[in-house]
């Protein structure tokens, strides 16, 4: 064995130690926190070292953590958290979403009762005869318009 191999062989003998003892509520460097980095300082290695070389032993400590304690690991319960607010919150949008195109769906109603009771309004055609429309002057005295035709 070379090494490298026992050096990688006592750091999984300390994590796996480390395990033992955390979840035997007996921690000797670390605060007893059933965490990933309470397993890390328990076991003197780096965070990483458990996320990197060593997910198989840190997958076994959550799960260990599950089924010894009855309780779902902290990094666990945050991911849930975050995951129901995450559902909640796209199912305050979809609602505000689902608002918007009701409204926008009754303006556009709106504005065609509007348009087509204007078209049947009999008071229509004579308020807005050709003969009261006034064309605007330039300043040289001129229209901007050519005169509207007579009917």
Do not use: C
Not at 61 to 85: C, D, H, I, Y
Not at 88 to 102: F, T, V
Request: proline letters at 5%; charged letters at 30%.
């Amino acid at each position: 064995m070379n090494p490298d191999q026992a050096a990688h062989a006592a750091e999984r003998e300390r994590i796996t130690a480390a395990i033992d003892r955390l979840l035997a509520s007996s921690p000797t460097s670390s605060s007893g926190s059933l965490t990933v980095e309470g397993l890390a300082a328990e076991a003197d290695v780096h965070r990483m070292a458990l996320y990197k070389r060593h997910s198989d032993l840190r997958e076994l400590f959550n799960e260990r953590v599950r089924t010894e304690t009855r309780q779902m690991p902290e990094s666990e319960r945050r991911l849930r958290m975050e995951n129901a607010k995450l559902r909640q919150s796209l199912k305050d949008a979809r609602a505000g979403e689902a608002e918007a195109r009701w409204s926008n769906e009754q303006t556009i109603l709106a504005a065609a009762v509007l348009a087509a009771t204007a078209e049947r309004n009999p008071f229509r055609s004579k308020s807005r005869a050709a003969g009261n429309v006034i064309p605007l002057r330039t300043s040289t005295g001129e229209s901007s318009a050519t005169p509207p035709e007579r009917r």
